[in-house]
C-alpha cells in the first residue's frame, strides 16, 4: 500500500516542528549555556526554538556570562511571529499546576513574568506550551487574562507523569470550566503513546509514522515537539535538510499559530480535569510530604495576605509586600514539577525533597510572622479578651482554640459575647503557671472580625447541652452532637459502626452491608504475607475530651504488628469530622503492588506504583445509591466520568488525583458525603469499592527508585456528611474554611469597646468567595471566585468609601470600570456577575475603611 508519503510530487513532505530548551538554574542549566545557545542559532540561520527556562536563570546568567547574555538579548528583541525565540512557559518554578492551588498558579505567571521581563522588556507572552504535563482544567481563563492568545497540550518527550487526553485534529478551541476559550494545539487523536517507551507519544519527532497518520487524517499542518533538556549538545533536535524523506520547519509556536495553521474556526473541546492523564508516585512518604509541605505553605500565604490587608486598613499598618514576595518565592519554587517527580535527585541534604523542606520552612516562618503582627493590631498582654479574625467572605460559626494567660485565676473561665451573654464555660486545668486551653463556638462576620470577653469564676454556668460521650454495655463507644450520633467499635480496631446525620432526617451514611469498615486502615503487606486491615486486632478507645464544646476520641491499635493512633474529633454544631492518622512505622514495610526483585525494567508500562488497590488505604463505605463522584480542582469540579479510579499500566492512566476534596453523593443528588485531605494525593472509588484516601505506599517508583518508609506518618482528613449535591451544601467554602481557619488572638479589653465585631466584604447571595486581598502601594486588589454560584450578579459591600474600583485582568489591564453606590454613609455597594468558576479581580484605589482604626507600627 502506498504511503501518503510516497505519493507527494515532489519526492517530500512537509512538516513543522517545535524545538527548544527546558530547565534553569534549579532544574539544570550548565555553565556558559547561553554561550552555547547564541552560537548555534548565529550557525543555524533557520532554526527557532522555544524557551522554557526559570525565569532566575537569567540572574544568573548576566553575572555569569554577560556577553552571551547580551547577545542573546539581542536574538530575543524579535518578539513577532517572525522572531526566532518564544518564551512558553514564564512559570516561576514550571509547576504541575494541577497539583497546586488556583491562586498559586496565578503567582507562578505573575512572578515568572514579572522576573523575565526584569531582563527581556519586550517579552511577548502569546503560547503556553510545557516539556512536562504541566496542564490543568482552568488554564484558558488564566492564560487569556495574562494575555496570552494560545495553548499547547503536547508534551511528547517527556512523558513519565502523564499526558493530555488525545483529541481531534490539528486546532481545537479549548474550553475552560467557565467557558472561555483559547485556540490550543491538542495531542492529536492519531497521536498515539509510543510502543517502545513510556515516555513519548509518537509526536517526539516528524517520524514517517506520524506525518503519514497526521495527513491521514487530514491535518494539514503536522508539529511534532521536544523541548529539549538544558545541556543537550546536539542543536537542532530534526538536524537538518530531509529527514526521514520529511522537510521539517523549525518555528515558534507564535508563528505556527499565526502564520502557518489557517484561520478558520476551531472545533470547541469542553475539557475537564480528567482529561489530564497525570500520574506521580502517590502515597509515598517522600511525595507525601513535599505536598502537605507546599499545602501548609499555601494556606498561609493566603491567610497571611489577607490578614495584613485588614491590618492596613484598620490599623494604617504598612503592607509587607517585600515580605510576602519572598515567602510566595520559595513557596513556587517548592511547587517545581521535579520536586514531586523526581524527588531523591540531588546530593544528600540537598535533593528536591530538602529544597522543598527548606523552602517551605521560609515560607511557613515568613507567614507566622505576618498573621501575629496583623493580628496585634491590639494590645496582645492584658489577655482579657479574644478577638477572632475571618479571612473568608462568609459569615462563619466554627470552633476556636485560643492559650489564656495563666494570670486568670480560679478554676473556671467563661466566654462572653458583645450582649454579654456566656457562649461557654470551660472548667482550667491546674497548670501551674502554663497558660491554659480554651475552647468556644465564635461566631464571625465575613472577611472581619468579632471579640469576646474572658470572666474567671468559681463556677461555670449551665452546659447541659452539648457534645458527649459514653461507654455502652458492649463496650462501644457512643458520641453525640446536635448533628451527629456515631458509634466506634474497639473489637473491630475503633472503626466507625455507625454515623447518623440527625438533622438529615436520621440519615445512615455508613454502609453496613460492605465488608469493609469505616474509616478503616487497609493494605497489601507484600513482604507480610498480604493484606493486612486495623480491623484485625482490637484497639483501645480514650478520650481526650468529652464535651459540651468538643468531643475527641483518640484510637490505639495495630495493622501488620506497627502501632497506628486515629484521632476522631467532632464539635457541637460543627458539620465536619476531624480525623487524624499518626502511623508509627519501624523500618521499611513493602505496602502496595509488588516489584519482584529484579524485574523492574523503565520501559514497561506495568508499574506497581499506579495500582491504588494494593496501597494502604482509609475507606469510607457509604450507605449512598448509584454513587457519582466530584472532585475540585483549581478554579474547577469535575463530575468523574470514571466506572473506577484503577490501572496499573502508563498507557491506561485516569486522573484519580485529589486536590483539596472529593465529593461523593447519591444518584438523585439527595445526600453526599465529603473527604478532605491535607495534600494532593489519589483517592479510590468504584462500583464495588468504597471512597479511600492514600495512606501509604512502599516500593518502586519511577526509574527503578524505591521509595521508602523513613519514619512515622501523620495525615489529617475529615468527612462531612451532607444533603444536596456539593454545590449546594457548600462544600467548596468548607473546604476553603478548613484550609483558612478562623484566627483567635487574646487582646486588651479596653480599645474593643469601640467596636466588638467588624466586617470589611460582605456578599448578599452565596457561592462566591475572595480568593486573594492584596495590596499594591495603596492600591487594594480584590480576587472574587466564584465557585459554587450561579450567573446572577452578587451585590459586594465594602465596609467604607472607595475613591474607584475597575475591573483589571491578571496581567494589570483595565476590563471595565465598575459602578458603585453608596450603600450607607459608611459603605460602598457594587453588583458583580460571572459564571460558575469565573475569576474576576478588583481594583479598588482611595479605600478608606470605616470601623476601628489603631496607630503604631508593626514590624513583619
Same mark, same amino acid.
Given at each position: 500500500m502506498l504511503t501518503l508519503l510516497s505519493l507527494n510530487k515532489a519526492g517530500a513532505q512537509t512538516a513543522w516542528y517545535i524545538d527548544g530548551y527546558h530547565g534553569g538554574i534549579y532544574g539544570g542549566y550548565p555553565e556558559l549555556y547561553t554561550r552555547f545557545l547564541v552560537d548555534m542559532l548565529n550557525k543555524n540561520p533557520d532554526w527557532k526554538i522555544n524557551l522554557e527556562i526559570e525565569p532566575e536563570t537569567w540572574d544568573k546568567v548576566e553575572k555569569s556570562d554577560p556577553e552571551a547574555y547580551v547577545q542573546f538579548k539581542a536574538l530575543a528583541a524579535d518578539q513577532s511571529a517572525g522572531g526566532r525565540i518564544e518564551f512558553i512557559n514564564p512559570d516561576y518554578a514550571q509547576s504541575y499546576l494541577y497539583n497546586i492551588s488556583g491562586e498559586s498558579i496565578i503567582r507562578q505567571f505573575s512572578y515568572g513574568m514579572r522576573k523575565i521581563r526584569e531582563h527581556f522588556p519586550n517579552a511577548v507572552f502569546s503560547t503556553y506550551s510545557s516539556e512536562e504535563p504541566c496542564f490543568t482544567s482552568a488554564l484558558p481563563q488564566i492564560l487569556t487574562s495574562f494575555g496570552f492568545k494560545y495553548a499547547s497540550l503536547k508534551n511528547p518527550n517527556t512523558c513519565f507523569g502523564g499526558y493530555a487526553a488525545a483529541h481531534g485534529g490539528e486546532l481545537v478551541k479549548w474550553i475552560g470550566p467557565d467557558g472561555t476559550g483559547i485556540i490550543t494545539a491538542p495531542r492529536y487523536a492519531i497521536e498515539k503513546l509510543s510502543e517502545k517507551s513510556t515516555w513519548q507519544t509518537i509526536g517526539w519527532e516528524n517520524s514517517p509514522n506520524y506525518i503519514n497518520a497526521a495527513y491521514a487524517a487530514v491535518i494539514k499542518h503536522p508539529i511534532g515537539m521536544t523541548i529539549?533538556?538544558? !545541556?543537550?549538545?546536539?542543536?537542532?533536535?530534526?538536524?537538518?535538510?530531509?529527514?526521514?524523506?520529511?522537510?521539517?520547519? %523549525?518555528?515558534?509556536?507564535?508563528?505556527?499559530?499565526?502564520?502557518?495553521?489557517?484561520?478558520?474556526?476551531?472545533?470547541?473541546?469542553?475539557?475537564?480535569?480528567?482529561?489530564?492523564?497525570?500520574?506521580?508516585?502517590? =502515597?509515598?512518604?517522600?511525595?507525601?510530604?513535599?505536598?502537605?509541605?507546599?499545602?501548609?505553605?499555601?494556606?498561609?500565604?493566603?491567610?497571611?495576605?489577607?490578614?495584613?490587608?485588614?491590618?492596613?486598613?484598620?490599623?494604617?499598618?504598612?503592607?509587607?509586600?517585600?515580605a510576602l514576595d519572598s515567602a510566595w518565592r520559595t513557596l513556587l519554587?517548592?511547587?517545581?514539577?521535579?520536586?514531586?517527580?523526581?524527588?531523591?535527585?540531588?546530593?544528600?541534604?540537598?535533593?528536591?525533597?530538602?529544597?522543598?523542606?527548606?523552602?517551605?520552612? %521560609?515560607?511557613?516562618?515568613?507567614?507566622?510572622?505576618?498573621?501575629?503582627?496583623?493580628?496585634?493590631?491590639?494590645?496582645?498582654?492584658?489577655?482579657?479578651?479574644?478577638?477572632?479574625?475571618?479571612?473568608?467572605?462568609?459569615?462563619?460559626?466554627?470552633?476556636?482554640?485560643?492559650?489564656?494567660?495563666?494570670?486568670? =485565676?480560679?478554676?473556671?473561665?467563661?466566654?462572653?459575647?458583645?450582649?454579654?451573654?456566656?457562649?461557654?464555660?470551660?472548667?482550667?486545668?491546674?497548670?501551674?503557671?502554663?497558660?491554659?486551653?480554651?475552647?468556644?463556638?465564635?461566631?464571625?462576620?465575613?472577611?472581619?472580625?468579632?471579640? %469576646?470577653?474572658?470572666?474567671?469564676?468559681?463556677?461555670?454556668?449551665?452546659?447541659?447541652?452539648?457534645?458527649?460521650?459514653?461507654?455502652?454495655?458492649?463496650?462501644?463507644?457512643?458520641?453525640?452532637?446536635?448533628?451527629?450520633?456515631?458509634?466506634?467499635?474497639?473489637?473491630?480496631? !475503633?472503626?466507625?459502626?455507625?454515623?447518623?446525620?440527625?438533622?438529615?432526617?436520621?440519615?445512615?451514611?455508613?454502609d453496613k452491608s460492605n465488608p469493609r469498615g469505616f474509616n478503616e486502615l487497609r493494605g497489601n503487606?507484600?513482604?507480610?504475607? !498480604?493484606?493486612?486491615?486495623?480491623? &484485625?486486632?482490637?484497639?483501645?478507645?480514650?478520650?481526650?475530651?468529652?464535651?459540651?464544646?468538643?468531643?475527641?476520641?483518640?484510637?490505639?491499635g495495630t495493622i501488620d504488628n506497627y502501632s497506628f493512633t486515629q484521632y476522631i474529633t467532632v464539635g457541637q454544631s460543627q458539620q465536619r469530622i476531624d480525623l487524624q492518622v499518626n502511623i508509627d512505622w519501624k523500618g521499611n514495610p513493602g505496602i502496595g503492588e509488588e516489584t519482584p526483585p529484579g524485574t523492574y525494567k523503565w520501559q514497561n508500562p506495568k508499574k506497581a506504583f499506579y495500582d491504588d488497590r494494593y496501597k494502604l488505604l482509609a475507606l469510607f463505605p457509604l450507605n449512598l445509591t448509584g454513587q457519582k463522584v466530584y472532585k475540585n480542582a483549581p478554579f474547577d469540579v469535575t463530575e468523574s466520568r470514571l466506572a473506577n479510579t484503577f490501572y496499573n499500566s502508563w498507557d491506561s492512566i485516569k486522573n484519580n488525583v485529589i486536590l483539596n476534596w472529593v465529593d461523593v453523593t447519591d444518584s438523585q443528588g439527595k445526600y453526599g458525603m465529603a473527604l478532605f485531605t491535607d495534600h494532593t494525593?489519589?483517592?479510590?472509588?468504584?462500583?464495588?469499592?468504597?471512597? =479511600?484516601? &492514600?495512606?501509604?505506599?512502599?516500593g518502586m517508583g519511577l526509574w527503578g527508585r524505591d521509595y521508602k518508609i523513613e519514619g512515622a506518618t501523620t495525615i489529617n482528613y475529615a468527612i462531612l456528611p451532607h444533603e444536596g449535591k456539593?454545590?449546594?451544601?457548600?462544600?467548596?467554602?468548607? !473546604?476553603?474554611?478548613?484550609?483558612?481557619?478562623?484566627?483567635?488572638?487574646?487582646?486588651?479589653?479596653?480599645?474593643?469597646?469601640?467596636?466588638?465585631?467588624?466586617?470589611?466584604?460582605?456578599?448578599?447571595?452565596?457561592?462566591?468567595?475572595?480568593?486573594?486581598?492584596?495590596?499594591?502601594?495603596?492600591?487594594?486588589?480584590?480576587?472574587?471566585?466564584?465557585?459554587?454560584?450561579?450567573?446572577?450578579?452578587?451585590?459586594?459591600?465594602?465596609?467604607?468609601?472607595?475613591?474607584?474600583?475597575?475591573?483589571?485582568?491578571? &496581567?494589570?489591564?483595565?476590563?471595565?470600570?465598575?459602578r458603585t453606590q453608596a450603600a450607607s454613609s459608611n459603605k460602598t455597594a457594587f453588583d458583580l456577575a460571572m459564571p460558575r468558576y469565573g475569576i474576576r479581580t478588583l481594583k479598588l484605589t482611595g479605600v478608606q475603611a470605616s470601623g476601628y482604626k489603631r496607630a503604631g507600627t508593626l514590624n513583619f
Open positions: 529539549q533538556d538544558a !545541556g543537550w549538545k546536539g542543536g537542532p533536535f530534526m538536524g537538518k535538510g530531509l529527514r526521514f524523506g520529511i522537510k521539517t520547519n %523549525y518555528t515558534t509556536w507564535r508563528n505556527y499559530f499565526e502564520n502557518v495553521s489557517p484561520k478558520d474556526s476551531k472545533p470547541a473541546w469542553k475539557v475537564t480535569q480528567e482529561d489530564m492523564l497525570v500520574n506521580l508516585v502517590w =502515597g509515598s512518604q517522600v511525595t507525601q510530604k513535599i505536598a502537605q509541605e507546599v499545602r501548609v505553605a499555601e494556606n498561609k500565604i493566603i491567610t497571611a495576605e489577607k490578614m495584613a490587608s485588614l491590618a492596613k486598613l484598620y490599623c494604617n499598618q504598612p503592607y509587607p509586600g517585600v519554587l517548592a511547587q517545581h514539577h521535579d520536586c514531586w517527580i523526581v524527588p531523591y535527585n540531588g546530593k544528600p541534604g540537598a535533593t528536591w525533597a530538602d529544597k522543598v523542606f527548606q523552602w517551605t520552612n %521560609y515560607t511557613d516562618n515568613k507567614c507566622d510572622s505576618i498573621i501575629r503582627s496583623s493580628s496585634a493590631s491590639l494590645n496582645n498582654e492584658a489577655g482579657a479578651c479574644v478577638r477572632v479574625y475571618n479571612t473568608l467572605a462568609v459569615k462563619r460559626s466554627e470552633l476556636v482554640s485560643i492559650a489564656v494567660p495563666a494570670k486568670h =485565676g480560679g478554676a473556671f473561665i467563661n466566654v462572653v459575647d458583645s450582649r454579654g451573654k456566656v457562649i461557654a464555660s470551660q472548667t482550667l486545668p491546674d497548670t501551674g503557671s502554663a497558660s491554659k486551653k480554651v475552647i468556644f463556638n465564635a461566631t464571625v462576620p465575613s472577611m472581619g472580625y468579632n471579640t %469576646y470577653r474572658l470572666q474567671s469564676g468559681n463556677r461555670a454556668a449551665n452546659n447541659a447541652d452539648g457534645a458527649t460521650v459514653k461507654r455502652l454495655a458492649d463496650g462501644k463507644y457512643k458520641v453525640e452532637t446536635d448533628l451527629y450520633a456515631i458509634l466506634i467499635d474497639p473489637v473491630k480496631g !475503633g472503626e466507625i459502626k455507625s454515623l447518623v446525620a440527625k438533622k438529615l432526617n436520621n440519615k445512615q451514611f455508613v503487606f507484600y513482604k507480610d504475607g !498480604g493484606f493486612k486491615s486495623s480491623e &484485625d486486632h482490637p484497639a483501645q478507645v480514650q478520650v481526650l475530651e468529652d464535651g459540651p464544646v468538643q468531643v475527641k476520641i483518640v484510637i490505639k494525593t489519589s483517592y479510590t472509588h468504584g462500583e464495588d469499592f468504597p471512597l =479511600g484516601l &492514600d495512606i501509604q505506599y512502599s456539593w454545590d449546594k451544601s457548600h462544600i467548596w467554602t468548607a !473546604g476553603t474554611a478548613w484550609a483558612e481557619p478562623l484566627v483567635a488572638v487574646v487582646c486588651d479589653d479596653k480599645p474593643v469597646q469601640k467596636n466588638m465585631s467588624w466586617s470589611f466584604v460582605t456578599i448578599n447571595k452565596p457561592g462566591f468567595e475572595v480568593s486573594s486581598m492584596t495590596y499594591q502601594g495603596d492600591t487594594l486588589l480584590l480576587r472574587i471566585f466564584n465557585a459554587e454560584g450561579d450567573q446572577s450578579p452578587r451585590k459586594i459591600t465594602i465596609a467604607g468609601k472607595i475613591k474607584m474600583a475597575l475591573l483589571v485582568e491578571l &496581567d494589570g489591564s483595565i476590563k471595565g470600570k465598575v
